[in-house]
């Protein structure tokens, strides 16, 4: 069980715990603790608290009756601090391994330093909503599989029915299309569609982890969260396409992407399904190209060229 009160921490709390192969019973603020259990219903071996350690938590501790309770700790980097965030992490692997004399959870700790061994050298954020299959489904049938890029899919949709849509952008193309359920990490020719119920966040060494948190805000999945942390992480490595779709999702951070040097299009509105989206995208002023599915298909390709050109005359 996890106590912390800040977002960030708990992320980190939560990203390392996964990847112990422990289970989380939980990850909440003090507030958060109060509300959600009864304290004699739980089963907790491990606690780790960084917050005020106050009469009600140490009841919830007491009455679990674990094999440790850990207290106080440094704050966790960033996620696109990749060093900085490994370094932290493997602390609390090398504490939590002494204390259960769990060698493995340090021996197998392999930190990938930079990208050297992936097979993607660009990622690629899809937004979409309402009308946005058929135009995402017509963007991959006319992207080869073979570039070096990963896609990452945003998609509103409904919750009972996210399961189907790798059917449908999977026909007639060699594009490997899924539905993020676990923590994974990039690859190229794979494009990784966002859960509805749960948040997503990627990290510098192309990992997409999985939180056991809903989304906040009126949309699922949140465009613009994923949007603002991909394009922090990997700046000018990124393009962002917006498709088809209702409302403003994926504009609340658009300054933040051309600071960051990230790529910006969007789908014509013209041949949009429900053309809100893009349009709001357009209208914000940082969009950098606009076309067909097709045309933006095209737009990339050529965009991964010159870039090789340009990389290669330096």
Same mark, same amino acid.
Request: hydrophobic share 40%.
């Given at each position: =069980?996890?106590?912390?009160?800040?977002?960030?921490?708990?992320?980190?709390?939560?990203?390392?715990?996964?990847?112990?192969?422990?289970?989380?019973?939980?990850?909440?603020?003090?507030?958060?603790?109060?509300?959600?259990?009864?304290?004699?219903? +739980?089963?907790?071996?491990?606690?780790?608290?960084?917050?005020?350690?106050?009469?009600?938590? =140490?009841?919830?501790?007491?009455?679990?009756?674990?094999?440790?309770?850990?207290?106080?700790?440094?704050?966790?980097?960033?996620?696109?601090?990749?060093?900085?965030?490994?370094?932290?992490?493997?602390? +609390?692997?090398?504490?939590?391994?002494?204390?259960?004399?769990?060698?493995?959870?340090?021996?197998?700790?392999?930190?990938?330093?930079?990208?050297?061994?992936?097979?993607?050298?660009?990622?690629?954020?899809?937004?979409?909503?309402?009308?946005?299959?058929?135009?995402?489904?017509?963007?991959?049938? #006319?992207? !080869?599989?073979?570039?070096?890029?990963?896609?990452?899919?945003?998609?509103?949709?409904?919750?009972?029915?996210?399961?189907?849509?790798?059917?449908? +952008?999977?026909?007639?193309?060699?594009?490997?299309?899924?539905?993020?359920?676990?923590?994974?990490?990039?690859?190229?020719?794979?494009?990784?569609?966002?859960?509805?119920?749960?948040?997503?966040?990627?990290?510098?060494?192309?990992?997409?982890?999985?939180?056991?948190?809903?989304?906040?805000?009126?949309?699922?999945?949140?465009?613009?969260?994923?949007?603002?942390?991909?394009?922090?992480?990997?700046?000018?490595?990124?393009? #962002?396409?917006?498709?088809?779709?209702?409302?403003?999702?994926?504009?609340?951070?658009?300054?933040?992407?051309?600071?960051?040097? !990230?790529? +910006?299009?969007?789908?014509?509105?013209?041949? !949009?399904?429900?053309?809100?989206?893009?349009?709001?995208?357009?209208?914000?002023?940082?969009?950098?190209?606009?076309?067909?599915?097709?045309?933006?298909?095209?737009?990339?390709?050529?965009?991964?060229?010159?870039?090789?050109?340009?990389?290669?005359?330096?």
């Amino acid at each position: =069980m996890v106590v912390a009160e800040d977002h960030h921490q708990r992320m980190a709390f939560s990203d390392t715990i996964r990847s112990c192969d422990f289970i989380l019973v939980g990850c909440m603020s003090r507030a958060q603790l109060q509300e959600s259990f009864e304290l004699s219903e +739980l089963a907790v071996d491990i606690w780790l608290i960084d917050s005020d350690y106050d009469d009600n938590v =140490m009841t919830a501790t007491t009455v679990s009756k674990p094999a440790a309770v850990l207290v106080g700790f440094s704050q966790a980097p960033y996620l696109n601090e990749a060093p900085q965030y490994a370094k932290w992490q493997r602390k +609390l692997k090398r504490k939590l391994a002494h204390m259960f004399a769990l060698p493995v959870l340090v021996n197998d700790f392999v930190y990938k330093k930079d990208n050297t061994e992936a097979d993607w050298r660009y990622v690629v954020f899809l937004g979409a909503s309402m009308g946005g299959p058929s135009a995402i489904k017509e963007f991959l049938d #006319n992207l !080869s599989p073979m570039l070096p890029v990963s896609i990452l899919l945003a998609h509103h949709f409904n919750k009972t029915m996210i399961d189907t849509l790798p059917r449908i +952008l999977n026909r007639h193309n060699n594009w490997h299309c899924q539905v993020i359920a676990s923590s994974q990490r990039l690859r190229a020719g794979h494009c990784l569609i966002a859960p509805i119920d749960k948040q997503i966040v990627c990290d510098s060494t192309g990992r997409v982890i999985l939180l056991d948190e809903a989304w906040s805000g009126e949309y699922k999945p949140a465009i613009g969260q994923i949007l603002k942390n991909t394009s922090d992480v990997y700046g000018s490595e990124l393009i #962002n396409i917006i498709f088809s779709g209702m409302g403003n999702d994926g504009s609340q951070y658009l300054d933040v992407i051309q600071e960051n040097n !990230s790529q +910006l299009w969007a789908q014509d509105p013209s041949l !949009s399904a429900c053309p809100s989206q893009p349009q709001a995208i357009i209208d914000s002023g940082y969009c950098n190209f606009v076309g067909s599915p097709a045309d933006l298909a095209q737009k990339l390709t050529d965009y991964i060229g010159e870039r090789a050109v340009t990389a290669s005359s330096h």
